[in-house]
């Protein structure tokens, strides 16, 4: 069986800003900052200290009575708590209360006031836990899109996806193994929209995903105090190693006009790209008129890399 290649994400120490803009950001590849300023957070943010002072603002949770979460079979269920709650059932193995069993996996992924209009913000949503993270000034204020809390129960894994913004993910507490896929093997991964259909990684079905091995595993173990740099596009997977709390801040790469405007989750495409995706379904529709032999032809066609150079037919 031909075997995945894998290759471990660049550890980089101590970066400052000037050496992550010239040797580093433009690269557009993941890359494990060690040793930048993140704030008190690293030693206070005990699940005491988080219930104290997160209060009892409801949150959106992930339950699931497994670990391995599946977004596209929808294997777990979106359940409501006072976030003092959520943090003191996600930091414990087995719990007295429950919504599906006692050994349930929390996952929170911090959402804006209003949940469609509004991107994410720990300073508007958490106002007291907020100063004690330090975002890294590695970008201009205009491109800042969001800071989300992502907080889960040890074992718990993320589905493979990509996001559209740029990303620098912060583990405060606990170890968090991440997993990334470039977006040059997008073909590798069997897409359903922002979603991979693998959904298990370390024990793929080759049989339903033959194509899986050929993408290339980027993979790295964050540690408190880590800082991982996702560009937009590239496809990653988390799982938690113990109870852990992230922050993750998106910004934008791109114009701002570049991308959709309704969108508070950082996930919908660049606009010119749902634009051309349509363009291409509606175009692809139109060969529905043909037998399935003339339309397999003229998608290997538009598939070839020097599409869409058309040569003289005349002898
Ligand atoms: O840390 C996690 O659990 C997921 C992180 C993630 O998906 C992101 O930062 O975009």
Redesign the pocket.
Known sequence: MELQEKVAVPIFTEVEKEVFLRDIYPQRRPAVLRGVSLGPCLEKWTVEYLGQNGGDKEVKIHVSTVPQMDFLHKNFAYKTLPFNEFVKRASEKKHSDFFLCEDESY?L?SLGEDVRKEPADLSKQFPVLAEDFHIPQFFTADQFFSS?F?I?SCG?Q?WT?Y?VMD?L?A?VTGT?R?VLYSPQDALHLYLSGDKSEVVDIDSPDLKRFPDFVKAKRYECVLEPGDL?F?PALWF?N?V?LQFGV?V?V?WRHLPADSYDRKDPY?NKDPVAATRALQALERALHTLDELPADYRDFYVGVVNQPNFPIRFDSDY
Do not use: C, M
Request: hydrophobic share 40%; no cysteine; net charge positive.
């Open positions: 996952y992924r989300v992502r889960s718990l993320l996806h996001d990303n993910l583990q968090k991440v991982l996702i990653h988390t938690a992230g993750n998106f950082g």
